[in-house]
């Protein structure tokens, strides 16, 4: 599994981490991509290219805008017509850099199993009435249909990139987590064979 070259985040949610608040004093958002792409080891550069051509291929554009606003913390929103092309700007950039060290092209990649599949599902029914009061504690930022999204990316898309948003999401929304849930999303990191602080970056969030 590509999560294990890291003991951090990875992929499409490591590059919305960038998209702070203060990201536009670096220069435009297309910059910040190449300049993301150039400067990480070639591991990265595929896990972003796989993420976001499975968000290409799967659509619709309004749940893939949700999910990368949401991951963003509303600091960088592509809105519905752009989104698609966003991401597909993002897999043009990485073939770059992949194409330029003799790398094979990206292609899309199988996803983990049911299982694991059911439990990411669960787990995003679960944190729903935390999330949703969240949100509305940080109306500046809110986006419409944030749990549909992370549904539907967790059924139609990838389980383990739905994971990876819902942890975006409570981070940026500063959801509290119970600690039973907590233990749960360890759990689940491990399974999906993540490094030690994609999972544990988030334990701050949870109930005494």
Known sequence: MSSRFTEADFGVTHLASLFHQDWRTGGSDRELVSGYVNEMPIPYVRALGEDALALVASG??????TLWECATGSNHRVGVDAALAWFQSIVSISEIRLAGVGQPQIESVDRPDDELRERVIREIDQIVPSLDDAIQENAWKEIPGVVKSLRFCATVVSPDLAFRFLLRAVMEYSCRIEPAQYARLVELGRDFGYGEFVV?????????
């Open 200 to 208: 544990s970056r988030a334990e701050y969030l949870t109930r005494d």
């Open 60 to 65: 619709p554009p309004a749940m893939v805008a």
